[in-house]
């Protein structure tokens, strides 16, 4: 059981990480993250090479609309920092 909520946990902050990666380089799509599920419509799975983007989101929910003039309407008001 306990193997099971820690993948659930993992696969939440990877998607959380996505999120962020998306938000942080202002790709349009709208994102919203709870500590239950997350709605990715649009955004960019983040690339890795040549190294793991380390950001995050520090809100247990939130939601965002990222518009293709790189316009920004968020909750989410503090850092994508580690």
Not at 30 to 59: L, N, S, V
Not at 61 to 76: C, D, E, R, S
């Amino acid at each position: 059981m306990t193997k099971q909520i820690n993948r659930a946990e993992i696969k939440q902050q990877e998607k959380i990480r996505t999120i962020a990666y998306s938000m942080d380089l202002l790709i349009p799509g709208f994102y919203f993250w709870c500590p239950y599920f997350t709605i990715r419509i649009g955004g960019e799975i983040p690339d890795d090479h040549p190294y793991k983007y380390p950001g995050t989101i520090h809100d247990s929910i939130g939601i965002a609309l990222v518009l293709p003039n790189y316009k920004i309407f968020t909750t989410y008001r503090n850092t994508y920092d580690a």
